[in-house]
């Protein structure tokens, strides 16, 4: 399963509502994460089962779709938001979308 | 606290051998998948394989199949990632990471740089 991910970069101020998205070649029903990855820094698990917030993460973070569309949104992007975003597919073989870099404007 | 401490940074010549290891903590080891991804410099993230401690079951990506061995020792709580001959192409930070109930990584250790070069 191939995910690709749309913008592949985008430059946004603080307090912009930011949208990514991710689509799946075929139907993986609700079996998507979205990751944040700093410079330097391990991935962090954002959502999980498209939808799910993980615990601890800002409620700003949303995720929402299902089949083969999905949406990442911040809904005020705040300074430490700026960072890579990628979606990884759970269905088979786990693989991860190619990553959107989000730098400020 | 859910811990995953990787092994330290590595220098290796083509041709070397190398294992990397990954410890667990603060859950049950054996109870769940632990997966291995790859990235090179400037890159995106590759899923490399997961290996269930619990009964060392293990599942590649067709990328990665053959080009690399996971295990794991329950006994310590340990996953490894192993090379028998490194490419320069194997330059990269490679990072463990605890599979969750919903098949996501859900904890993450803090990367081992592998650096393959004459």
């Known amino acids: 399963i191939q995910l690709t991910q749309s913008p592949s970069s985008l430059s946004a101020s603080v307090g912009d509502r930011v949208t990514i998205t991710c689509r799946a070649s075929?139907?993986?029903?609700?079996?998507l994460a979205w990751y944040q990855q700093k410079p330097g820094k391990a991935p962090k698990l954002l959502i999980y089962a498209a939808s799910t917030l993980q615990s601890g993460v800002p409620s700003r973070f949303s995720g929402s779709g299902s089949g083969t569309d999905f949406t990442l949104t911040i809904s005020s992007l705040q300074p430490e938001d700026f960072a890579t975003y990628y979606c990884?597919?759970?269905?088979?073989?786990?693989?991860f979308g190619p990553g959107t870099k989000v730098d400020i404007k | 606290e859910v811990q995953l401490v990787q092994s330290g940074a590595e220098v290796k010549k083509p041709g070397e051998s190398l294992k990397i290891s990954c410890k667990g903590s603060g859950y049950s080891f054996t109870s769940y998948w632990i997966g291995w991804v790859r990235q090179m410099p400037g890159k995106g993230l590759e899923w490399m394989g997961i290996i269930y401690p619990g009964d060392s079951d293990t599942r590649y990506s067709p990328s990665f199949q053959g080009q690399v061995t996971i295990s794991a020792d329950k006994s310590i709580s340990t996953a490894y990632l192993q090379w028998s001959s490194l490419k320069a192409s194997d330059t990269a930070m490679y990072y463990c990471a605890r599979q969750g109930q919903w098949l996501d990584f859900d904890y993450w250790g803090q990367g081992t740089l592998v650096t393959v070069s004459s």
């Open positions: 075929q139907g993986i029903s609700s079996y």
């Open positions: 990884q597919q759970l269905n088979s073989y786990l693989s």
